[in-house]
């Protein structure tokens, strides 16, 4: 029996909702996109060109992924929070940014929503996958990338859409919400959407999180590991931050398990 007419049965018997979250555990399990058609459109951006990566490596940004700058560009320097994360494990700052064992550029250590020690406007583009959605404050965030990217540089933010992850039983973020966060200068230790989080989350779907007394636990301990999804995000509401720093729109897209947003300073 195939997964299609095991899906056909699961419906039968228990409904949509106990087949959602197995459709989109097999539907989505692939993170790797074949590149865009239309790069060549956009690739001057990046070629010989020096950028920083944001909470990164990702598989997006390689040769054969969606975006592949990573292999076209002078220099790439890193950024991320801890030595050590839940996605890449150990970092050693003296290796430098690797990408598949290869050193592409500088490996710094601090959170990314205070870029104060890196002077002036040094970088032509900014790359930022899968994690804007990890902020607390994500127009302060933002704004930090900003203030280190030349005038006529790119900025590149990919967040997961949430019928495509754990997050699918959650709504969308509102606009006016991240202005509040941003205007009262919510910090990366808040944790007024806990309850809402742990609610909402569909463990079915995060085999890593564990059991909901073990998910509970770590989410508490976010201000360490940076694992809650603190908003969820689509398209528009990525042009409205965008827009708010008026970033030129250069191009935009809707995948199936993410949303692409790529604007100029």
């Known amino acids: 029996m195939n997964k299609i007419s095991r899906g056909i049965i699961l419906i039968k018997k228990n409904g949509l909702s106990d087949f959602i979250p197995l459709f989109l555990k097999y539907a989505f399990k692939s993170d790797v996109y074949k590149p865009m058609k239309d790069f060549n459109k956009i690739e001057h951006y990046f070629i010989n060109k020096l950028g920083l990566e944001i909470g990164g490596p990702s598989n997006f940004y390689k ?14 320097d890193g950024i991320n929070f801890s030595n050590s994360t839940v996605w890449n494990g150990t970092i050693d ?4 940014y690797l990408i598949d064992g290869q050193r592409i550029g500088e490996q ?6 205070d870029l104060s020690s890196i002077k002036g406007n040094v970088y032509d583009f900014i790359l930022s996958c899968n994690n804007i959605e990890h902020f607390a404050n994500p127009i302060k965030a933002v704004e930090q990338w900003i203030s280190i990217l030349k005038p006529g540089g790119v900025l590149i933010i990919v967040a997961p859409k949430k019928e495509a992850n ?8 509102k606009f006016d919400h991240l202005l509040y966060d941003y205007s009262h200068k919510t910090g990366e230790d808040d944790l007024s959407h806990l309850e809402e989080i742990l609610r909402q989350h569909d463990l079915s779907l995060d085999p890593q999180a564990g059991s909901y007394e073990q998910f509970k636990e770590r989410s508490l301990k976010n201000i360490e590991n940076r694992c809650l999804h603190q908003h969820v995000f689509n398209l528009d509401i990525l042009q409205k931050i965008f827009e708010f ?3 030129l729109i250069v ?3 809707q995948l ?3 949303y692409v947003i790529i604007g100029q300073k």
């Open 63 to 76: 040769k054969d992924g969606f975006l592949p700058i990573y292999n076209k560009a002078k220099n790439i």
């Open 256 to 258: 199936s398990r993410d």
């Open 108 to 113: 710094f250590l601090f959170d990314s929503v």
């Open 251 to 253: 191009n935009k897209k």
């Open 245 to 247: 720093f008026n970033l």
């Open 166 to 173: 754990f997050d699918h039983n959650r709504q969308i973020v």
């Open 93 to 96: 700052k003296e290796k430098g």
